[in-house]
């Protein structure tokens, strides 16, 4: 992964200081706002949360099929803990350790996970994830962003992220770039405490052409 993991950015892979940390900012506003206007989950559906991390995520969803999977231990014994019964939590890569479950997934979500990866990274992570999701199934991805005319303190903020890859609006669309998505995308600048730009790319089959 590309990000900073030494000294003070050692705090953020604790679960505890990390969620303290995304609630002191804003996050119970924010993961809210993605859940219902972006994510829109509908109860029973089955769900991948890729790097869920503490899964904070699960306190706003409806009842439904949940699987996380985080390449962090710690942050996945925190999510069994807090919510064992809610779900399935897997210690793993989710570019490599789901293949028994191709095809499955209505939903998959990707949050603020694509600023940690390479292109290379994210580019196999994709693929694997198309095989894994059903016909009529849809990835969701949320990050932060570059934009142009953006405030110095977002910027700031930007270039403290302990991720190395936060991209312009065409970068992360390249990422999906061959794997027949319909991509739409959608710009928030208003989801935590302080003003923050943040994309989103929600990426759905094509469908497929009719024959005769
Ligand atoms: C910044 S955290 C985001 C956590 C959570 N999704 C959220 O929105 O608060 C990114 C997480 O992705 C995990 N991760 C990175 N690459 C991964 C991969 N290939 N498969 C599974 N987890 C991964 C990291 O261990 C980290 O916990």
Known sequence: M???????????RVPLIYK???FALGADNAIKRYVNEVLEPAPGMKMLDVGCGPANILAYLPALDYTGIDLNEKHVDYARAF???????????????LGQDEHSFDLINVSALLHHLSDSEAITMFASLKRLLKPNGRIVTFDNVWLPQQRVTVKLINKL????NIRWLGGYL???????????????HDLLRIPYDHIVMIARNSPRPQSG
């Not at 590309?2 to 953020?12: D, K, M, N």
């Not at 064992?84 to 490599?96: D, K, S």
């Not at 992220?161 to 190395?164: P, V």
């Open 174 to 188: 390249e990422l999906l770039n061959g794997l027949d998505f319909d991509v739409q995308t959608r710009v928030f």
């Open 2 to 12: 590309a990000q900073r993991i030494s000294g003070l950015y050692q705090l953020v």
């Open 20 to 22: 303290g940390l995304m």
């Open 83 to 97: 919510y064992g019964n809610r779900g399935r939590f897997i210690v793993g890569n989710a570019a490599n350790d």
């Open 161 to 164: 992220d302990s991720g190395l």
